[in-house]
């Protein structure tokens, strides 16, 4: 089927879209970015990428993505099929997102984090990356979380620098998670600890 792109969408020459992408007004894909060098921005088949969404250049997103408003998608990523990113939130540079993902309305996933597949991030979710902010090593230092297969993070919960939650494993809302998280049980609280294993 025939791409669907609003009059008001700017679509940059480094992206190749897929067939049936329906782009909405405002939206600006292949955006380039500090030592741009012609990356090529890739988005597959059936994407719908909602209106005043920015994608800057060299993501590489699989079949069936869908952004709500307003997401922005920072460079160089690399973004599995079946992925849903909501409205408002922000994808910053070099991360990786498995297949059917789904990230919710108002998350920060920071560069550098790994997202496995069909793991799912609840609203107002923080991950961060910066143990000590602006110290002068802090770039080189970054450690950004590992959400493992199928784990769920409930909605205003933070994950601080190099956290790592297991397979299946649910983080409560409102968490603040310190430590990793083994597979298939819940934490949660602040900070957030072992309540009981996963029974489902």
């Known amino acids: ?39 090529l921005t890739i988005i597959g088949d059936n994407a719908v990428i909602r209106s005043h969404t920015v994608i800057y ?10 952004s709500g408003h307003k997401a922005n998608l920072r460079e160089l990523n690399i973004i599995g099929d079946d992925v849903s990113i909501g409205t408002l939130s922000v994808i ?9 993902v789904r990230i919710h309305t108002q998350a920060f996933i920071p560069e550098f984090s790994i997202l496995e597949d069909r793991c799912w991030i609840g609203p107002n979710v923080v991950l961060t990356n910066a143990k000590f902010p602006q110290h002068p090593n802090a770039k080189a230092e970054l450690k950004a979380p590992h959400i493992e297969q199928q784990a769920r993070i409930g909605a ?22 310190t430590h990793s998280v ?17 029974d489902y």
């Open 57 to 66: 250049a060299g993501n590489r997103i699989g079949n069936g993505f869908q």
């Open 92 to 100: 910053e540079h070099r991360v990786t997102i498995g297949d059917g």
């Open 156 to 177: 205003n919960s933070t994950l601080l620098p190099g956290v790592r939650v297991g397979k299946r494993s649910l983080v409560g809302a409102g968490s603040l998670v």
């Open 1 to 39: 089927m025939p791409n669907t792109i609003a009059a008001t969408a700017v679509i940059h020459p480094n992206v190749r879209l897929g067939e049936n992408v329906t782009i909405e007004d405002f939206c600006i894909i292949g955006v380039p970015f500090k030592g741009y060098q012609e990356e």
């Open 182 to 198: 083994p597979p298939g049980v819940i934490f949660a609280g602040s900070p957030a600890k072992y309540l009981r294993d996963v």
